[in-house]
């Protein structure tokens, strides 16, 4: 089995932001998208690599709730990561609401589709 082909749609350690200095940068500094039920924060970051973080707003249910909010999260951004540009710090910011997975993968495509992410 070819490993590339394995690889090439996981969601690396590098590519995760984590660092508050970081997500404040792009919550201040940022340029931001919105529609019905989530917003997207980015900026460019000088990399060859996409670095991608999912906060929730305050009062996002229990911690069940959120972290699977957040694993919805990361495997829809999992599927369009290939279709994006790199070189951009993301924030996807999930409002409480309808959490499927089909719903978030919209969410997501059409997010980055307005902030103008998606390759040509």
């Given at each position: 089995m070819?490993?590339?082909l394995l690889n090439k749609g996981r969601f690396k350690r590098v590519e995760h932001l984590k660092r508050p200095a970081d997500i404040q940068?792009?919550?201040r500094k940022?340029?931001?998208s919105s529609i019905y039920?989530?917003?997207?924060?980015y900026r460019e970051n000088g990399t060859e690599f996409n670095r991608v973080g999912f906060p929730l707003p305050r009062g996002y249910g229990?911690?069940?709730?959120?972290?699977r909010s957040k694993r919805c999260s990361r495997e829809a951004y999992r599927f369009i990561k290939s279709?994006?540009?790199t070189g951009y710090d993301i924030l996807f910011l999930i409002?409480?609401?309808n959490d499927s997975f089909l719903s978030r993968c919209d969410q997501i495509a059409k997010l980055c589709e307005k902030a103008g992410l998606l390759k040509a």
């Open positions: 070819d490993t590339d940068k792009i919550f940022g340029n931001s039920g989530a917003k997207i924060f229990n911690a069940v709730e959120r972290n279709r994006l540009n409002y409480p609401g």
